[in-house]
């Protein structure tokens, strides 16, 4: 019989089989409805994380037996488009710059990527465009070119554009070839000292926190990694996000991805004393520039396990850290232009889009899991871990390795399955709260275990205003 998604992404984890049996699932019809199965994936990301999260609160507090954890599609669904539901004193959040869409070309479709102002003007440079350009000006532009000549032409100028690519072609292309040969979930261990053990949990004096007393160093950006760090914040991590002073951030996309963390600047080549102070006593690490991008501060995975003890690594990338495209940068949009998802949604004639930041959401969902089963094996051994994402990965998990859920008898490994639900409004699944940029209304949190919280600790606050340090 075909393994269930939720079976793969735990088999990926590493988790013991039998604790699959704890999972009950609300199926429902009309959530995230797709040509590809983009349900199936995103119950099975969340479903992993919380299993993950509930197996450590298990370790932590000495629970035995089976963890429960819940995942009902209505949560996933209005999780995954979180950036849709936030309002910020009544004002919806901005979606794409203008430059960020669809082209066509002389010979068919680009993608591009220009919601930051440099990527907007790399973008008119490579095109020999004037800064004040208009979206008729570019497409003139691009209606010359062929599509493969304006990815390189742009990407050559630093700035962001896929040629938009059937499933076949990005299956023979170099990337796809080197993406399709890695596991979903990449896991190895790392040398360097013994991790400090991590304090008992008290049961029954308020959320069950797994990842309480966790120091979590952010260093993501835009979507899926700051999904995955807002998530060990939930469940009571002291994330810190650091940022570059310079670089430019969406006040929206921080406020939508913020909650539970702290954020604060500095430049890595002026403040190197302070950042490696920090480091000293992290436990956690997860990065999200493009590989190779933090190499020259010494942040390199055994670089960073020489100076913390059983420090977890976490790396994310758009295009995986190998292969002819390892050192691209990359976003959700433009991966699923380039891996065919766009054609398969669409067609090749008019190319489409998932119905949310799938390849985001559902990665940043499965690089918490990965981390929160690292503390966990972590706990056994007191070693460190490094685990792998990338966005393209898990477009390949999509578009060819889920079989289609039609919500039928359950499979071997999970349980307890509702359904004939629908997805109907996600109010219930909102929630509103006053904090320092204004009063929010936001996507609660869909992951569910006993006893686990149901909403961050803290609203997010301004950009880069924290003190770099721990609580």
């Not at 056994?380 to 039928?408: H, M, N, S």
């Amino acid at each position: 019989m075909t393994q269930s998604p939720m079976d793969a992404v735990w088999r990926e984890l590493g988790g013991d089989s039998a604790q699959l049996q704890g999972v009950s699932t609300v199926v429902r019809a009309n959530a995230l409805e797709a040509r590809l199965p983009v349900q199936e994936m995103a119950r099975a990301c969340v479903g992993g994380c919380a299993l993950a999260a509930a197996e450590l609160a298990a370790r932590r507090t000495g629970r035995a037996g089976v963890p429960h954890v819940t995942v009902d599609d209505g949560a996933v669904a209005t999780a995954f488009v979180s950036e849709r539901h936030l309002l910020v004193d009544g004002r919806a959040p901005a979606s794409f710059a203008p430059l960020s869409r669809f082209w066509r070309t002389a010979d068919g479709w680009v993608r591009t990527h220009a919601n930051y102002p440099h990527h907007r003007a790399r973008l008119l440079t490579a095109l020999d465009l004037a800064d004040d350009s208009t979206v008729r000006d570019v497409a003139a532009a691009l209606a010359e070119r062929p599509a493969r000549e304006v990815e390189e032409t742009v990407y050559a100028a630093g700035g962001l554009a896929v040629a938009v690519r059937t499933p076949a072609e990005w299956a023979a292309h170099a990337q796809g070839r080197a993406v399709a040969a890695r596991p979903l979930i990449e896991r190895g261990l790392l040398d360097g000292a013994p991790a400090r053990a991590l304090a008992p949990l008290d049961v029954g004096s308020g959320p069950l926190l797994p990842a309480a007393g966790v120091r979590v160093l952010d260093l993501t950006r835009v979507i899926a990694g700051p999904v995955a760090t807002r998530t060990l914040a939930l469940l009571g991590a002291d994330v810190l996000r650091v940022d570059a002073p310079r670089l430019p951030e969406s006040a929206d996309a921080h406020a939508d991805t913020g909650f539970g963390k702290r954020s604060t600047t500095l430049d890595l080549a002026v403040d190197r004393r302070r950042f490696e102070e920090l480091l000293a006593t992290a436990d956690v690490v997860v990065t999200g520039y493009r590989p190779g991008a933090l190499d020259r501060f010494g942040l390199t995975p055994e670089a960073l396990a020489e100076r913390g003890r059983g420090l977890v690594v976490a790396q994310l990338s758009a295009w995986g850290a190998y292969g002819p495209w390892g050192g691209r940068r990359g976003f959700d949009s433009l991966v699923q232009a380039a891996t065919g998802i766009a054609v398969t949604q669409g067609s090749a004639e008019d190319p489409g889009a998932l119905p949310a930041q799938a390849l985001d959401h559902g990665t940043g969902y499965l690089l918490a899991a990965a981390v929160l089963r690292a503390l966990t094996e972590r706990s056994e051994d007191g070693r460190g871990r490094l685990v792998r994402l990338a966005l393209a990965r898990t477009a390949a998990w999509l578009t060819d390795g889920i079989g289609q859920d039609t919500g039928g008898p359950a499979e071997p490994g999970t349980e307890n399955r509702m359904t004939g639900l629908a997805h109907d409004s996600p109010d219930s699944r909102l929630s509103d709260r006053d904090s320092p940029i204004g009063h929010l209304r936001y996507a609660l949190p869909p992951i569910a275990f006993t006893d686990g919280p149901t909403d961050w600790s803290r609203p997010p606050g301004p950009w880069g205003t924290d003190a770099p340090r721990w609580l």
